[in-house]
């Protein structure tokens, strides 16, 4: 079975612009979770999907959004960037007999100029 | 003060000793997690854990449901393990990872 990917892996962008990041779950799961990862606050969660359906959302603003698909794949969206927005976005997905597992993606770093 | 606190935040072994890593915890959970992050990103699940112990080749990881702690133990520890170990609550109702900030780990050889 293939594991989560994650699309672009790194990313450039400079202030006020604004970024989709997209995820690619594990077949079969219906659950996608994003995390932000940043050298000073570690990884914080942002939001999950369950089939199509933002379950619970971390405490981020509302610049960050997300949705995802009916074949479970998501995307995340960051608009009007920010310095403090570069970082590691990690997703990870879970689904039938992973339990409370979640598999992660490799991430895509985000760089912001 | 962090729901999720991990000791030492840094730490540095010589190959072949005995490693603890620890996890503190203030909030309900019904599961944790040890991760391990290697440079370049990649997350990977090591134990799950909602009771007692867990065994898989050089690691063990225990919790202690009461105290709300839990330990990850690296036995004849090996340059390979060189990382960055995150200790990871389930908690909420959806069922929602709360991160501890890690704790490095550089194996000399």
């Known amino acids: 079975k293939a594991g989560v990917t994650q699309t672009p892996r790194y990313l450039i962008k400079t202030r006020g612009q604004q970024v989709t990041l997209s995820c690619s779950p594990i077949s079969g799961h219906r659950s996608v979770s994003w995390y932000q990862q940043t050298p000073g606050q570690g990884l914080q969660f942002l939001f999950e999907?369950?089939?199509?359906?933002?379950?619970n959302k971390g405490n981020f603003p509302g610049r960050f959004s997300g949705r995802q698909f009916s074949n479970s794949r998501s995307e995340m969206n960051v608009s009007t960037l920010e310095l403090g927005d570069s970082a590691l976005y990690l997703c990870a997905s879970r689904g039938p007999g992973s339990g409370d597992t979640q598999y992660f993606g490799p991430g895509t770093r985000l760089t912001v100029l | 003060k962090n729901e999720v606190e991990q000791s030492p935040q840094n730490l540095t072994a010589q190959e072949g000793e005995f490693i603890t890593i620890n996890c503190s915890y203030s909030?309900?959970?019904?599961?944790l997690h040890w991760l391990q992050q290697h440079p370049g990103g990649g997350i990977v699940s090591l134990f799950m854990l909602s009771s007692g112990k867990k065994k898989h080749g050089r690691l063990i990881a225990t919790i202690n449901i009461q105290e709300k702690h839990s330990s990850l133990h690296i036995t004849a520890s090996h340059p390979r393990d060189s990382a960055v170990y995150i200790c990871a609550v389930v908690s909420g109702s959806q069922g929602n990872l709360i991160f501890g900030k890690g704790t490095k780990l550089s194996v000399k050889p």
């Open positions: 999907y369950f089939s199509e359906t933002q379950r």
């Open positions: 909030v309900g959970i019904s599961a």
